[in-house]
């Protein structure tokens, strides 16, 4: 079937500016939100040869907290998930379909409120914006990228992740607008949110996507007490998601023994990702 014709973002944006980075490049561009009224970066790495043309269209995976992607200056604590050079290596081995990598940064000091969906008196946010997350992403994220790059649209070729927080809204994202994103990439997301809601509201949940990644360290916050309900935790959304009838080729989750919280974890872990998420859609 014959994409569509990119609409204009309704979106107000600058234009681009175009930054060197190892693999790939790097394009980034200012996000002004009327959903959220703030001002945010999106950051979106091509894969090699993106700009010789020829008509190809790629995949897409829209990533949260698109500060800790790309760049070691922008990262926290100064630790990326290098994916840029990770992508660009599993292209290159075809392991990976070339894709487009968005990362979209998240609200600095309301990224708690815009990333948790219920009220929670841990962590503890006054006022909370989640559920206004997939609307921005369809609204407003997403037109800004089909208006000015080459993917393919469609769940099949549309994939969404994140990590803590950031892996807590990429989930309630799928239960609350199922049909969006067929590949999730869920990095040691914090269930425990509002007594465990959202594995309450998982139970009730049938239309999964293609694709779920799923991974978690033993670890994660370095009291045994604390990590050993996180672990349990995982292994019941992995519990859920297998009575879903997700089996092997759409579901891989990876305990990771001695493994932390941490931007380090989730980089080791990205090319086990991304190989799984994108080699054969």
């Avoid at 037109?143 to 892996?167: D, F, Q, R, W």
Wanted: aromatic share 8%; with cysteine.
């Amino acid at each position: 079937m014959a994409r569509p014709a990119p609409q204009k973002p309704k979106t107000k944006h600058s234009a681009e500016v175009v930054v060197p980075i190892a693999g790939g490049s790097l394009r980034i561009h200012e996000l002004r939100s009327r959903i959220f009224r703030n001002t945010r970066l999106v950051r979106v790495w091509l894969p090699p040869g993106y700009d010789k043309g020829g008509g190809t269209r790629y995949p897409v995976l829209y990533l949260n907290d698109g500060q800790n992607l790309f760049e070691p200056a922008t990262a926290f604590a100064g630790v990326h998930w290098q994916v840029g050079e990770t992508a660009t290596r599993l292209i290159v081995e075809k392991k990976t379909r070339p894709l487009i990598i968005v990362g979209i940064d998240n609200a600095g000091k309301n990224r708690a409120r815009e990333y948790l969906p219920y009220k929670s008196p841990d962590p503890k946010v006054p006022v909370v914006k989640g559920t206004l997350y997939p609307k921005f992403l369809k609204r407003e994220v997403m037109p800004l990228i089909e208006g000015h790059y080459a993917v393919l649209t469609g769940p099949k070729n549309t994939g969404l992740g994140g990590s803590s927080l950031g892996g807590l809204i990429t989930l309630y994202t799928q239960l609350a607008a199922p049909g969006m994103f067929g590949q999730l990439l869920i990095e040691s997301p914090s269930l425990f949110v509002a007594n465990r809601k959202i594995l309450a509201e998982c139970r009730k949940f049938r239309a999964w996507p293609l694709r779920v990644y799923l991974g978690m360290g033993t670890r994660e916050v370095g009291n045994a007490e604390k990590d050993e309900k996180i672990t349990n935790d995982a292994r019941e959304l992995e519990r859920i998601l297998l009575q879903a009838q997700l089996g092997d080729q759409w579901l891989k989750v990876r305990i990771e023994e001695g493994a932390s919280h941490s931007e380090a974890a989730w980089a080791a872990r990205f090319p086990e990702a991304l190989e799984f998420l994108y080699s054969d859609i």
